[in-house]
Structures are given as structure tokens and as C-alpha cells.
């Protein structure tokens, strides 16, 4: 055990563990990249992870940089769960659901609370968070936190920020602040602190102040965007106040999360479900079009692709037996409505199912659950694609959550197929078509040496395009390390020079995170790419996405 980890182990009263295979098995998230941790530690309780940032703190002070990374069930796609110094591994102790009101629906937890084992406490009271990701069977509420998740829900719920009401974080110095908003006057006492919670009010407030036209030019014509720092929503016309949608997203690079009091919605368990068949793209985009302007939009709009019903025929031929029939349509669409209103929601599905008919468009409307269930498996059976691959050939995780204004859907996936076919890669379509929001995994394998240098060709290929068309690179994912260095090309040097500066305002000397979202470059990221794609870390469970 080295230095660090011996002095760590006195003063906290978590595990600390630095052997070889732990810090191997901590060296790789969900992402593409491999970074060897110098310790793991399992903290205790908030006051250890006071401790470790007060301790990094301090030998920053001193000239030695020794970064911190929070982490969940490691299934962050973006490389933001592994970094150089200390993991610190959430779900072993600070897992527990401290408060649930089952009148108002509030409840309280920790960031290493699993999300499915949240979903079902919520359930018992007939209420759930909208916003879970599809990974929510294995992984944790702090890691939502950290990315902003969104999910087949958030087109009619919103996402994981509209949930978050109050914080408890732990600075890079170690002090420990709570956020929620402030109203003016209360702004006014912590502009008044002497403390490094007063500095970072203040420094905003006036960053906020002078840099009003740089930040306006964030908010793009999307419904989801996790690109940057949410600067928009901190200070409203009001003067009231709030830091907690700054740290949402902010994935462990301005502090780190030890407390979070969530709201959460009425459980709406009955739905009519509509699979759409379409051989026509553009017929398509106009009854997403129609079915946005509904008077409640419904709850799900999701997309998947020919090609990967046919990579899936071809991987597990029995997964869609009896549910799709071959041969596969270009596209198919499922469309949910869970309504309160048993009759709203049977208006809303024939108005759906009658427009449909108009357009002479093959659909399957079910209200059973078990048939909902089967048809379901058409969106879900992504996962085949996603675990197993093509020999040796995996869908990797690199340009898997670009997102567009929804009337841009059409150009966007005629726009995908062609970057593809030029670059000679197969590429699958599936994810969030209401919300102009698509998931993509091209089929790469890293060991070779032709493929490792497509990556980032097919990266900055394809963000260019995602950028032309209005969009933003990253909807629920997070920047991570991954699509940090392509920033700039997304919001321009100004907005990311403004964007540095809040991270120093939070992180003046990189100890939390540093290398992910701000302050990374495509040669560093290069050579830390693994020679093979897999998700180990994952496998007690069905790895989703």
C-alpha cells in the first residue's frame, strides 16, 4: 500500500484499497478508455469524503496535483468514472434512501443508491423518477446526477435536473455546502461569506452579470442538451439563485454530491402502446411532427432502425420471434400515452391510430401488458447488439447521444447513413425520435490498428454534422473525456473560455475530475484507448443503454 493509502486509511473511516487487481478492475468504465487509479476508496459517510478533498486540497497547495473521481457502478460512457488518483466508490456504503414523504413524494438518498432499488421503494407509494436512464436496473442515482440522465420517459417528464430540489456537496476544499434557491435577500448573505462558498457566489454572481450574451448563446433548439455547464439556469429574472443545476451534469468536476432531495411524479402503470412500421423517413418525421402537438404529449417516442433488426435476427434469432415480422421495415416507431385518464388516453391513441391509417402506415396498438411487454422488445433489443457484437467487432460507445430539433430528424438520419457508408462502418439506429435524439454504436474493433484511427475521424465527422443541423453532441450522456476536446465546436472558444472559468471558480487547482468535460485533447485521449471493448463490470446484470 503506498503513502497516500496508508495516510487515507487513518483519517477516514471507509476502505482504503490499493492492490493491483482493484485499481485494474477501477481502470475502465463504460467508455472506450483505461486509466489506472493510484487508490480506491470506499468512503463511510460524507465527512470521509470531507476529508480526501480537504487532504487533496492541501497537497495542491503544495505543488502536487492528485485528482479525485466519484463514482457509481462505472457505466458512464464518456470515460468520466476513471481518472489517476482516487476513486471514490460510492454504492458500498453511502447507498441508503434517508427520507421518502409518501404524501408529497420527496425523498432524500445518497448517491450510491441504486436507481432500480429507488424505483421500487417509489413504487410502493405509487410514484417514480420519470427521468431513469436504461442502465437504471444497475446503476446509481449519483451517476444520473453527474450525467443529467435522461431516458424513454423524459420526451413527456424532463429530465434528471427537473427532478433535483435541494444539494448536499462537498467543494474541492473540503467545506461542505447545501444549494437550493435562494431568494435575493438570501443571496445577499452568502454574497457576504468569507469562506469558499461565499468566493464561488460571488465570482458567479458576476460572471453571470457580464457574460450574458456568451451564455444566451447555450441555449440551442433542442429539448435536451448536457453539453457545458447549466450557467442558464442558476440566476433567474428574480434575483433568486441556485447552484444545484450547475452541479447536475457537472459530472464530478466542480464538486462532489453526498446528499440529493428529489421529487418525483405519480406512477401512471397503465399505457397503450403503438408500433408504427415505416418504410418512408420523411412520412415519418411529419407524425412525430403531428404527434408533438398533441394536447399531452405521450410518454415515449422511440426509433429503431432496419439495420439493427436485422443485426439482431442475426446475433439472437429467437429475441424477436413472434413479435416483428421479417422482411423488417426501414423503421419502427413505438409510441406510449399514460395518461391519467383512461378515456384522454384511448382519445389520444385513436387520433394516433386514425393518422396513421391516413398515411397507410402498418401499426399495432396493444393495452395488455404482456403483448406490450413483446413489443417492447423491438426498442430493447438493442442491447443484443450492444453486449455481443460481430465477432470481434463491438458497437462502441463514441458518438452515442447526438441530438437535433425534431424537424431536423429526417436530414439527420439520411445525414448518419452517408457519414457511414463513406467511412465503410456499419451503424445501427435506435433511441429517442420524439425528441430528435438518436443513439449510435458503430461496430469497431479496437484491436485493430485501421479501426482505432476511425474513431476520431468518425467523431469529428459526425459532430460537425450534429452542430450544422442546430444540435448538440451530448443529450443525457455527459461530455465525459470523451467529447470534451470537441467543445469548442460546439459552442465556439468565447463560450468555452467562459466555461473554464467556471470550472476554476469551483476548481482552482484540477483536483476534482480534471481531463473531463474542460481541459482535454485528442492525443492524450488516443493513448488511453483499450485494445478491446468489454464490459465486465457490467456482466451480473444486462448491460443497457
Known amino acids: 500500500m503506498n503513502k497516500i493509502a496508508h495516510y487515507l486509511q487513518e483519517h477516514i473511516s471507509g476502505e482504503v484499497i490499493a492492490s493491483n487487481d482493484a485499481r485494474r478492475y477501477f481502470s475502465t468504465d463504460s467508455s472506450i478508455f483505461i486509466m489506472i487509479p493510484a487508490v480506491v476508496v470506499y ?41 489517476s488518483g482516487i476513486i471514490l466508490v460510492f454504492p458500498a456504503h453511502l447507498n441508503r434512501v434517508l427520507e421518502l414523504d409518501s404524501k408529497t413524494g420527496v425523498v ?13 421503494a417509489l413504487f410502493t407509494h405509487d410514484r417514480f423518477l420519470p427521468p431513469y436512464p436504461a442502465s437504471a436496473d444497475y446503476s446509481t442515482i449519483g451517476g444520473a446526477m453527474g450525467n443529467n440522465a435522461g431516458g424513454e420517459k423524459s420526451l413527456k417528464y424532463g429530465m434528471t435536473i427537473d427532478y433535483v430540489k435541494e444539494l448536499r456537496v462537498v467543494l474541492a476544499n473540503g467545506e461542505i455546502i447545501e444549494t437550493r434557491r435562494l431568494t435575493k435577500r438570501e443571496l445577499s448573505k452568502k454574497l457576504g461569506q468569507s469562506n469558499m462558498e461565499g468566493e464561488i457566489y460571488r465570482s458567479l454572481d458576476i460572471l453571470i452579470e457580464e457574460d450574458k450574451d456568451l451564455i444566451e448563446k447555450m441555449r440551442l433548439g433542442t429539448t435536451k442538451n448536457t453539453s457545458g455547464y447549466n450557467l442558464g439556469l442558476i440566476k433567474r429574472k428574480d434575483g433568486s439563485f441556485d447552484l444545484t443545476p450547475l452541479f447536475i451534469g457537472s459530472q464530478g468536476t466542480l464538486g462532489i454530491i453526498t446528499e440529493a432531495t428529489l421529487r418525483t411524479e405519480q406512477r401512471r402503470p397503465n399505457s397503450t402502446l403503438i408500433a408504427a412500421l415505416f418504410d418512408n423517413l420523411k412520412i415519418m418525421e411529419e407524425i412525430i411532427l403531428e404527434l408533438r402537438l398533441l394536447p399531452e404529449l405521450p410518454s415515449a417516442i422511440e426509433i429503431v432502425d432496419k439495420n439493427l433488426l436485422e443485426a ?41 391510430a386514425k393518422l396513421l391509417k391516413d398515411n397507410q402506415i402498418p401499426h399495432q396498438l396493444e393495452t395488455d401488458q404482456n403483448r406490450k411487454e413483446e413489443l417492447w422488445k423491438i426498442r430493447y433489443s438493442s442491447v443484443a447488439v450492444y453486449t455481443q457484437g460481430d465477432g470481434n467487432s463491438k458497437a462502441v460507445p463514441i458518438i452515442e447521444d447526438g441530438i437535433v430539433p425534431p424537424d431536423k430528424l429526417s436530414k439527420y438520419i439520411t445525414a448518419v447513413y452517408e457519414l457511414f457508408a463513406k467511412n465503410r462502418t456499419p451503424i445501427a439506429i435506435y433511441g429517442h425520435a420524439g425528441d430528435g435524439h438518436l443513439h449510435l454504436q458503430p461496430l469497431l474493433d479496437l484491436a485493430q490498428v485501421g479501426d482505432r484511427q476511425k474513431i476520431f475521424k468518425i467523431m469529428e465527422e459526425y459532430y460537425k454534422l450534429v452542430v450544422s443541423l442546430g444540435g448538440s453532441i451530448t443529450a443525457q450522456h455527459g461530455d465525459g473525456r470523451l467529447r470534451a476536446p470537441f467543445l469548442p465546436l460546439v459552442w465556439g472558444n468565447e463560450v468555452y473560455d467562459l466555461l473554464m472559468k467556471v470550472k476554476l471558480i469551483f476548481d482552482p487547482y484540477r483536483t476534482m475530475n480534471p481531463g473531463v468535460k474542460i481541459g482535454q485533447n485528442v492525443e492524450t485521449l488516443k493513448r488511453m484507448i483499450r485494445d478491446e471493448y468489454k464490459l465486465g463490470h457490467l456482466y451480473d446484470h444486462l448491460p443497457n443503454i
Open 43 to 83: 468512503p463511510m459517510n460524507e465527512n470521509d469524503v470531507r476529508k480526501i478533498a480537504r487532504f487533496t486540497w492541501q497537497l495542491a497547495e503544495r505543488g502536487r496535483v492528485f485528482p479525485i473521481t466519484p463514482r457509481g457502478s462505472g457505466t458512464d460512457q464518456t470515460g468520466a468514472a476513471i481518472g
Open 312 to 352: 439482431v435476427n442475426k446475433l439472437n434469432p429467437n429475441l424477436l420471434k413472434n413479435v416483428i415480422k421479417q422482411p423488417f421495415p426501414k423503421f419502427v416507431l413505438m409510441v406510449e400515452f399514460d395518461t391519467d385518464s383512461e378515456h384522454v388516453q384511448k382519445r389520444l391513441s385513436k387520433k394516433v
Open 108 to 120: 432524500v438518498v445518497e448517491p450510491g443508491t441504486n436507481y432500480a432499488q429507488l424505483q421500487q
